[in-house]
């Protein structure tokens, strides 16, 4: 039975970042992920990464510029946290050996990013998460002493001890179908978040809402799940994402009349207006008949030269020829908004805690809520790295201090039987594939830009009649060795209680903040939801309380880009 001081289960920026913080201060270290560590889906975060480093920045410009992005949902004190911290975390990266972009002066480069008054994005051309996730892997190298790494790992459920205390998880090992328990001291959830809950959407097809769902599963509540990000450039088709750095190099939007309409609801900023901002104002276009005859407008990246182009967003300019059968560098591309990011997850505190002992959370499975209502482009690789390593140090040090728990064997048998029930259905309900057809068309149907009751209402009988069928749903694969259909059949639930959650939450909140937009309730109500959401599961359905907003120095003002 394998035992680690701290287990991190997942394995992108956030999981290697966790592991490498928790193995320098000597902790026994084991990184549990589902796909090999460099296809996590870390990798697809293209445009850059925040850091006021310029001496003529500060980071508090960078926690204004967050706060106001967020909408006034984030909490103010992790937030500081995160752009206090960022400008020795970015150095650290490139002192690892992160390739970041030079200007002119050799000094590294930026470029803009949304939302931001500053040009503050730190880049590697279009493959930053690509980049920064190799460059953590090599690192993992040095510590395989008193590190190992499980890949191609799978957790079916995670463990609580006699106090409550989460002790560990069961998980199946992908290639050979075993299931094994896992010991540990502490747990760290860094398994992503749950875009493909909404289809299409941007998200790698193993972000299922994995560790969300895990963790609501043996109580631990979660937050903001209603605040959902549509970025503004994904291909109409499968949802790839055009990522914000073409923006930030100069591209313009155009509706097919040929306007550049994003003057009218951004004068300042225009296509660098927050994500939510310019996601409303496409989908305004698209709905009103501004837009082209396949539900889109256009991304104009011509306006930007042509060498910067192919020296700077080169695998765009990869996707939008192999899959729209565009040049970007000599016309326009159609996109419009699409799935792309979960501001809310497990609740934690600044150092990834959640409420149940021994239980953390870092990157976009959890909610510190540096994000709030809306996440600013290039604000994500910060947080998965920031709270990576607070997590991971402080699981470390806790881990000093107790004994590892013991978990009988009864727990593995009990989950193999679950596993052998799932295999042995018979085919009379509806295959997995079809239900999670049915959820991601439906979510992005009723839950996505505009939102209004009776859709969500909707959405609601919906995820619930699916739940019910999920129950029978039959898969065709009854073998051991890489079975995709048992791992389908599982994270299909998981999905549906992230759906579940997300369409509850977005119908309690009746009121317009950040990426949460209700046409029945189009102000902000600062007096009645200035709070987060927090769910927990409950029997039938999730139980909603409330939590402040942490406010320490920026109140709450109208919000303009």
């Known amino acids: 039975m394998p035992a680690h001081d701290v287990l991190i289960i997942g394995a992108g920026l956030a999981g290697q970042r966790a592991a490498l913080a928790a193995a320098s201060e000597g902790a026994t270290v084991g990184v549990l992920s589902k796909v090999h560590p460099v296809r996590s889906h870390s990798v697809a975060a293209a445009g850059g990464i925040n850091a006021a480093l310029n001496p003529e920045d500060s980071w508090e410009s960078h926690a204004y510029d967050t706060v106001k992005g967020s909408d006034f949902l984030g909490d103010q004190d992790a937030i500081e946290i995160m752009c206090r911290e960022a400008p020795n975390e970015l150095l650290h990266l490139e002192h690892i050996g992160v390739t970041f972009a030079r200007n002119d002066s050799g000094h590294l480069g930026t470029r803009a990013f949304g939302g931001a008054s500053a040009a503050r994005t730190y880049y590697v051309a279009d493959i930053t998460g690509q980049a920064i ?35 560990g998880c069961v998980a199946r090992d992908i290639r050979h179908g075993n299931l094994e328990i896992f010991r540990a001291k502490n747990v760290i959830l860094a398994s992503g978040g749950a875009g493909q809950c909404f289809k299409p959407t941007t998200n790698a097809l193993i972000c299922t809402g994995d560790g969300i769902a895990q963790a609501y599963q043996i109580g631990a509540p979660l937050m903001d799940m209603e605040m959902i990000q549509y970025n503004p450039t994904t291909l109409a088709e499968n949802g790839f994402l055009i990522t914000e750095g073409a923006r930030g190099e100069g591209a313009h939007l155009y509706n097919a009349a040929g306007e550049r309409f994003m003057e009218k609801y951004a004068p300042n900023k225009l296509e660098l207006a927050s994500r939510d901002v310019v996601s409303r104002a496409e ?50 591309i159609h996109i419009r908004p699409g799935c792309h990011y979960i501001m809310g997850g497990v609740k934690t505190d600044v150092d990834g805690r959640t409420p149940i002992e021994g239980l953390y959370a870092a990157g976009e499975v959890a909610c510190v809520s540096v994000h709030g209502g809306n996440r600013l482009g290039a604000n ?53 594939s079809e239900i999670r057809e049915e959820l991601g068309t439906t979510m992005n149907k009723y839950v996505a830009v505009f939102r209004e009751d009776e859709g969500l209402n909707t959405a609601l009988e919906v995820v619930k009649r699916l739940q019910e069928e999920a129950k029978t749903a039959y898969i065709d694969d009854q073998g051991k060795v890489f079975n995709q259909d048992v ?27 950040g990426a949460q937009f ?18 927990t599961r409950n029997g039938a359905g999730p139980k909603i309380s409330y939590s402040e907003v942490t406010i320490t120095k920026w109140q709450p003002e109208e919000r303009k880009y």
């Open 518 to 535: 209700r046409t029945d309730f189009p102000e902000r109500n600062d007096a009645e939801w200035l709070k987060h959401i927090d769910l």
């Open 380 to 432: 994500s690789l910060l947080d998965t790295l920031i709270f990576g390593r607070r997590s991971g140090e402080h699981a470390a040090h806790r881990a000093r201090s107790i004994p590892l728990p013991e978990i009988p064997d009864s727990v593995l048998d009990d989950e193999q039987r679950k596993l052998d029930a799932l295999v042995r259905r018979e085919r009379t309900g509806r295959r997995v």
């Open 487 to 513: 791992l389908a059949a599982i994270e299909m639930e998981y999905m549906l209680d992230c759906a579940e959650c997300i369409v509850v939450a977005a119908e309690h909140r009746k009121e317009s903040r």
């Open 133 to 167: 996730l190799h460059v953590l892997y090599e690192q993992l190298m040095k510590h395989h002493e008193q590190l190992d790494r499980y890949e191609e790992w799978f957790v079916t459920t995670l463990l609580r001890g006699d106090d409550g205390e989460c002790v």
């Open 283 to 332: 989908q305004t276009e698209i709905n009103e008949g501004r837009g082209f005859p396949d539900g889109t407008i256009a991304l104009d990246i011509t306006k930007v030269p042509r060498k910067r182009v192919l020296e700077a967003l080169r695998e765009i300019v990869n996707i939008g020829r192999d899959f729209a059968g565009v040049d970007i560098t000599r016309e326009p």
